[in-house]
Nanobody, 114 residues
Framework: VQLVESGGGLVQTGGSLTLSCAAS????????MRWFRQAAGEQRVMVAL???????TYRDSVKGRFTISRGSAKNTVVLQLNSLRVEDTAVYYC?????????WGKGTLVTVSS
């Protein structure tokens, strides 16, 4: 399984970005797709996930601002980031969890300036 993130960049406070993750390889229908982020000097934390049935879960700090969805292309997942804050600055990682195994992309940097 290989994951490639795209869409990061520099944005001002209150702005928006759209992150995409393209997964290739053997992705099972029961796989959970997730987005994590890691700010400088901090631990990696989960931001959002989407279950095989389409149900979603969000970190409290991003609820109402971020939206995770499956992309139009097969095995893609999108994270829409709205109303961005300085504290959202981090490297965002795509993750696939299947059969107890975690697969990670290399990450994409999101920088929010004040």
């Amino acid at each position: 399984v290989q994951l490639v993130e795209s869409g990061g960049g520099l944005v001002q406070t209150g702005g928006s970005l759209t992150l995409s993750c393209a997964a290739s390889g053997s992705i099972h229908a029961d796989a959970v797709m997730r987005w994590f982020r890691q700010a400088a000097g901090e631990q990696r934390v989960m931001v959002a996930l989407i279950e095989p049935d389409g149900s979603t879960t969000y970190r409290d700090s991003v609820k109402g601002r971020f939206t995770i969805s499956r992309g139009s292309a097969k095995n893609t997942v999108v994270l829409q980031l709205n109303s961005l804050r300085v504290e959202d600055t981090a490297v965002y990682y795509c993750n696939v969890l299947q059969f107890g195994m975690n697969y990670w992309g290399k990450g994409t940097l999101v920088t929010v300036s004040s």
